[in-house]
Nanobody, 124 residues
Framework: QVQLQESGPGLVIPSQTLSLTCTVSGGSITTSPYSWNWIRQSPEKGLEWMGVIAYDGSTDYSPALRSRTSISRDTSKNQISLQLRTVTPEDTAVYYC????????????????WGQGTQVTVSS
């Protein structure tokens, strides 16, 4: 059974960089055709798809967040990472990682696997 676990700081200072890690167990992040996504949820915006890194290392980002977002991976640790630069209080949300062989979007039930999410608050 594939399991995903998000981790990272719960509090980030405005203008700094938010960095999160998704640790995958029970399966490899290099297994075709799976892609590994980051999604976030806030009361104001609801669920928002942020971006993805595929099994082959290729990436894609939401146009709204592309200029501030980077997704990378460490295959030796079987981890996916998210960096969101120049954060503001509007980036306060629960951040999820999720995996699917084809779906990329904000409907969590269309993913095969997802983590429990991690709360990130942006505040000084």
């Amino acid at each position: 059974q594939v399991q995903l676990q998000e981790s990272g700081p719960g509090l980030v200072i405005p203008s700094q960089t938010l960095s999160l890690t998704c640790t995958v167990s029970g399966g490899s992040i290099t297994t075709s055709p799976y892609s590994w996504n980051w999604i976030r949820q806030s009361p104001e915006k609801g669920l928002e798809w942020m971006g993805v890194i595929a099994y082959d290392g290729s990436t894609d980002y939401s146009p709204a967040l592309r200029s501030r977002t980077s997704i990378s991976r460490d295959t030796s640790k079987n981890q996916i990472s998210l960096q969101l630069r120049t954060v503001t209080p509007e980036d306060t949300a629960v951040y999820y990682c999720a995996a699917s062989p084809g779906y990329r979007g904000a409907t969590m039930t269309l993913y095969d696997y997802w983590g429990q999410g991690t709360q990130v608050t942006v505040s000084s």
